[in-house]
């Protein structure tokens, strides 16, 4: 088991809602990535925060945004839910700015289900 | 050229068999090979990564090859147990890219008793 938690573990929104999913990174860990894996897929890079600032954006709409605290905890929000936004939510912490392919640890996720 | 494809989608081996999960990719700017074990309701698990100056690494029962001028690599899972059934992603990472980590579409691994 990572020190990755995240919370919650399933979620049913329906369809416009506004979700937020939290996530609390392993100790040591500055930087906090976040990925979306749909059914039967790989996981999609959402974006990445390092200190506090996004560092690297995958090809996800404005909808999507983070946050990352002063602890190097986050936040990911969806705005305006589309069905297609039922997936697995992934976060994943690393020690440092991927600068040097450092190890990602990810947490169990977090379902979400869009009526 | 950001994608990484992996191959088989599904493969079934006996206990004590060879699994061996391929992956290419384009993007010659990748420096990071890792593979993750994933079982159902769990998050993705390192498993083991090589970097592109190194031809093979081996962990275990898990080896990696890795051809850089084919741009593929491979994940060998030597004399396979039931309890390695799980999907298998192959990924590779971009320094300096905005994508990070960019990951294949999975191998589901049965290994039959």
């Known amino acids: 088991e990572t020190g990755v938690t995240q919370s919650p573990t399933h979620l049913i929104k329906t369809r416009g809602q506004q979700v937020t999913l939290r996530c609390s990174s392993q100790?040591?860990?500055?930087?906090v990535s976040w990925y979306q894996q749909a059914l039967g897929q790989g996981p999609q890079f959402i974006f990445q925060y390092y200190r506090e600032e996004e560092n690297g954006r995958g090809n996800f709409p404005p909808r999507f945004s983070g946050l990352q605290f002063p602890n190097y905890s986050s936040e990911l929000n969806v705005n305006a839910l589309e069905l297609d936004d039922s997936a697995l939510y992934l976060c994943?912490?690393?020690?440092?700015?991927?600068?040097?392919?450092?190890?990602?640890?990810f947490g169990p996720g977090t379902r979400l289900l869009v009526l | 050229q950001q994608q990484v494809k992996q191959s088989p989608q599904s493969l079934i081996v006996q206990k004590g068999g060879i699994s061996i999960i391929n992956c290419a990719y384009e993007n010659t700017a990748f420096d990071y090979f890792p593979w993750y074990q994933q079982f159902p309701g769990k998050g993705p698990a390192l498993l083991i990564a090589?970097?592109?100056?190194?031809s093979e690494k081996k962990e275990g029962r898990f080896t990696i090859s890795f051809n850089k001028s084919a741009k593929q690599f491979s994940l060998h899972i030597m004399d396979s147990q039931p309890g390695d059934s799980a999907t298998y992603f192959c990924a590779a990472f971009l320094q300096g890219g905005s994508e990070k980590l960019v990951f294949g579409k999975g191998t589901k691994l049965t290994v039959n008793p």
């Open positions: 994943a912490s690393s020690r440092e700015r991927q600068g040097s392919g450092e190890t990602q640890y």
């Open positions: 100790s040591g860990h500055n930087t």
């Open positions: 090589i970097r592109p100056d190194v």
